[in-house]
């Protein structure tokens, strides 16, 4: 079957979205789907950029044997919520006048956010006849809305009219967690086209290593409790309380906050750090993939962070690769999250309320005082992840998702045929 996936980071950006989608293109095409990727040329989170990209306002090339169409974004800056909510419909505008130009797929797979990207899927599955896959992850608008990105009402009755408009016309609906599916079917979704599919993981890739090895030595880090964050420093993320807790700790001269990656909050918390003078914190730029895990397996935790605003119950995909790697998860989120009920039920770290740095400096001690426990709740994680994470299993649910849908429709178009 020819599948287009839609998604606006897919490699060399190292997120979590541009993982995930790689990973699922290179399942399906293992499974005799004949995969095209439409995406965003990209301009961050990556680890090692290609010139030429900056130079081309569209480009196709081959990612390891899958056939991808890049559009170049506009020069919108990323700090201002709504020329970001306005970027978000021209990346679907022009995601649509490309995708026409690719001729006819038989399903189509979108990565939302951005929400509009879900309507440029549902336009193009209409025109070829084929199923439109969502595969939602962060629930927008609700996620603007807690966080105050959003505030129009009338920019909120858009959204979500396009929310449960695309919730109604999709033949499938994939979520990471049950929370989110129950969010989903309230919103307008068919109970019976909603899927729970974890965010999973390369459980090759990502595995338990030692903790001294090269990353350690390279970056000199010597025998620190080092407690890493590796991902997106945004607006949803309150790293800030990573901040104030590291302010907590700073007597505790062999405790090591390594903050990894980028985003819109990564300069003001820099600025932090120098006003409150703190020796306990670094920061370094996003890491390709293989660096990352070397970061993993040199931590002694590792933290998942979300703002208290945030209601929606978000499970971050950096959660499972810490599970992966044998390392205990600090995770300040709040308490309606599906990660905090993962952590409990897979008891592989410590849950702490968001917002509260004394509570989430007090775990970091937990920890460093305690390096069975902490290495027991790794060992626990990885148990965890090999039985609910496998990256082929996940993916064999999209197939079969995609053979039921085409199943379905064909069976349509014969019943319509009958006199």
């Not at 703190?278 to 703002?307: G, I, K, W």
């Not at 064999?396 to 995609?402: D, K, S, V």
Request: charged content about 25%; aromatic content about 8%.
């Amino acid at each position: 079957m020819r599948v287009l996936l839609l998604t606006t980071s897919f490699p060399p950006a190292v997120n979590s979205a541009a993982r995930l989608f790689y990973e699922l293109a290179q399942g399906l095409s293992r499974r005799g789907h004949h995969v095209t990727v439409l995406t965003s040329i990209p301009d961050r989170y990556v680890a090692e950029r290609k010139p030429w990209y900056r130079r081309r306002p569209y480009t196709r090339e081959s990612v390891n044997g899958i056939r991808t169409h890049r559009v170049a974004g506009l020069p919108i800056p990323k700090g201002i919520p709504l020329l970001r909510g306005v970027e978000h419909f021209l990346v679907a505008y022009t995601y649509l006048l490309v995708g026409l130009l690719l001729g006819r797929h038989r399903a189509v797979i979108v990565y939302s956010p951005p929400l509009p990207l879900g309507l440029t899927g549902y336009l193009l599955s209409r025109l070829w006849r084929g199923p439109l896959v969502l595969n939602i992850q962060d629930l927008y608008p609700q996620t603007a809305i807690d966080l105050g990105l959003l505030r129009s009402r009338i920019l909120i009755r858009i959204s979500r009219r396009l929310e449960r408009f695309l919730y109604r016309r999709a033949e499938a609906i994939t979520v990471h967690s049950p929370g989110n599916r129950e969010y989903v079917v309230g919103h307008g979704a068919p109970q019976n086209r909603v899927h729970v599919v974890p965010n999973w993981v390369d459980l090759e890739a990502l595995r338990p290593g030692s903790r001294d090895g090269a990353f350690r030595a390279t970056h000199q880090l010597g025998n620190a409790f080092l407690v890493s964050y590796g991902g997106v420093m945004g607006f949803a993320q309150g790293m800030e309380d990573v901040v104030e807790a590291a302010s907590r700790l700073r007597d505790y001269p062999d405790v090591l906050f390594l903050l990894v990656g980028e985003g819109v909050a990564r300069s003001a918390l820099e600025r932090r750090v120098r006003e409150l003078g703190l020796a306990n914190v670094r920061f370094m730029d996003t890491q390709p993939p293989e660096t990352y895990a070397q970061l993993l397996s040199a931590s002694d935790a590792s933290l998942v962070t979300l703002r208290k605003e945030l209601r929606t119950p978000v499970v971050p995909g950096k959660l499972q690769a810490i599970m992966a790697a044998g390392r205990p998860a600090i995770c300040s989120v709040p308490s309606d999250s599906d990660a905090a009920r993962l952590v409990q039920e897979a008891g592989c770290g410590v849950w702490v309320e968001a917002g509260c740095p004394d509570r989430l400096a007090e775990a970091v001690l937990s920890l460093h005082s305690d390096r069975a426990l902490a290495e027991a709740m790794g060992r626990r994680g990885r148990a965890y992840a090999e039985a609910h994470f496998d990256q082929e299993g996940c993916i064999e649910q999209y197939h079969q998702m995609l053979t039921g849908c085409r199943k379905q429709r064909d069976s349509r178009r014969e019943h319509a045929k009958l006199p």
